[in-house]
């Protein structure tokens, strides 16, 4: 065997092409991939040593696992550039594409927050109006409406639609869920009190919920789907969250005691192990959420900034609404990702059971809390419990705190964050840090 010859990186490839076969990530990074794999280090490690040991006549180059890790920086992703999303063999829903910096849209679609003179002046442009919706519950308008091949800028479609500045326009964006690998360590889940056990309204936007899994047995459940019927459902991540909330089990405690979850699906499939969510259907759930009067909304995906998205959210905060949203798990020099970023929004980081910051948390002046995250313990889509790691696994548990001080609080929001502010436990630089923000919030041993 030519040892020379050989590559390290082609095992860690091979391994890694053995792990996308069985992650549920959506799109994996190999330095992340690398960064969780802590057998697979180990594995290559150990190779190397051997390799080095052998009697050969050319001598093996020392190897690091650093280097190794530079060496292989492209990400892998299951999704192609463009991807036909198809509710059967004859019929297509829509074309979602890659667009700068990763991110992906529905193919040449854009929204806009019409008002009549506005959605006038679109009637008259060459586009495909494909809906005019009310949004009663966020007091808006929004148009959807496909471009021409060719226009491909904001600014390039303001002046084709004779639109200002002003007008609130952006892409369909597609958003995704934020779920890590669980790390080789895993620590045993402490007996925890849920947050409080009076019955509480809390609302989570997510992928559907396998409800007919043991742990929901019981368990006061409202689903509603805004995705075109006919499309795949995958329900992997939101059968993970909604465990957290008011999932029960041998090993499962749930965070809230009597919790009436109302849940908006949103996730389609995108591939066998990946699925994504429109911006579109993104703000009908909000608006949903906001009409059944949910005063705290979970949100464990990640996305583009979006004036749209922007502009839904800050609607239904003046609808006396709190939103918490996964902070991300790209990792601490990731540029900041969105809903978590907007100021309004109170963005959670994870941490481990040691207290320490999950490897692939990003960072930042927008980080409010951290919360346990990593090896949670929670049901899976497939009927069964496991472990879960990353910031969607720390959200519920800030929105769960959050629903409970609102009841106590008379649903005063200000009076509900500052006693979480107090009760969050510093881990990291004196004061609010880009980390772990206020600091971390742990489940109670008793309720709140």
């Known amino acids: 065997m030519n040892i020379k010859n050989t590559r390290v990186k082609h095992i860690i490839a091979a391994s890694l092409c053995i792990f996308s076969a069985t992650s549920s990530a959506n799109i994996v990074r190999v330095d992340q991939v690398l960064g969780q794999l802590n057998p697979i280090e180990q594995r290559i490690e150990q190779t190397i040593e051997r390799a080095q040991r052998l009697p ?50 529905i193919e040449r679609q854009w929204l806009l927050m019409a008002n009549s003179q506005q959605l006038n002046t679109l009637k008259q442009q060459n586009v495909t ?17 496909n471009v021409p091949q060719g226009v491909n800028s904001e600014s390039e479609l303001l002046k084709a639609l004779n639109l200002d500045e002003s007008a609130i326009l952006d892409r369909n ?66 059968t993970a969250i ?27 499939r995108q591939s066998e192990y990946a699925q994504g969510a429109t911006l579109f259907a993104i703000v009908e759930a909000l608006n949903w959420l906001v009409s059944n009067k949910i005063p705290v909304i979970n949100m464990s995906l990640t996305g583009p900034n979006n004036a749209i998205l922007e502009a839904s ?21 990731s540029q900041p990702l969105y809903p978590s970023a907007y100021k309004s929004v109170i963005a959670v980081s994870a941490i481990d059971a040691n207290n320490h910051i999950y490897r692939w948390s990003n960072k930042g002046d927008y980080i409010d ?71 971390a919030i742990y489940p109670p041993k008793s309720a709140l």
């Open 56 to 105: 050969l006549p050319v001598p093996v180059p020392q190897v690091s696992i650093d280097e190794l890790k530079a060496q292989i920086s492209e990400p892998i992703s299951s999704l192609p550039n463009v991807l036909n999303i198809n509710i059967n063999s004859q019929n297509t829903a829509f074309v979602e594409v890659e667009l700068e910096n990763g991110f992906r849209a």
């Open 129 to 145: 109006i494909v809906s005019v919706k009310n949004y009663n519950a966020l007091n808006m308008s929004l148009v959807r409406f």
């Open 173 to 238: 964006h597609i958003y995704q869920a934020q779920t890590g690998e669980p790390t080789e360590k895993v620590t045993p889940n402490n007996s925890i009190a849920p947050y409080c056990t009076q019955s509480v309204k809390i609302g989570m936007i997510d992928s559907a919920i396998n409800t007919k899994h043991s742990a929901f047995e019981g368990a006061n459940i409202t689903t509603q789907s805004f995705l075109p019927q006919g499309l795949s459902l995958p329900n992997l991540h939101g």
């Open 242 to 268: 909604a465990g957290l909330i008011t999932g029960k089990g041998a090993k499962l405690n749930p965070l809230l005691g009597s919790a009436m979850l109302y849940s908006a699906e949103v996730f389609y």
């Open 313 to 333: 959210i800050t609607a239904a905060i003046k609808q006396n609404v709190l939103i918490v949203a996964a902070a991300g798990n790209q990792g601490p020099a």
């Open 369 to 439: 809390f951290a919360a346990l995250g990593v090896n949670v313990f929670t049901s899976q889509g497939n009927g069964k419990f496991g472990r879960e790691s990353g910031t969607s696994m720390a959200a519920p548990h800030v929105s769960a705190a959050l629903s409970c001080l609102l009841l106590k609080h008379g649903n005063n929001k200000t009076k509900a964050l500052n006693e979480l502010t107090s009760l969050a436990v510093d881990l990291g630089e004196q004061g609010k840090d880009t980390t772990f923000g206020y600091g």
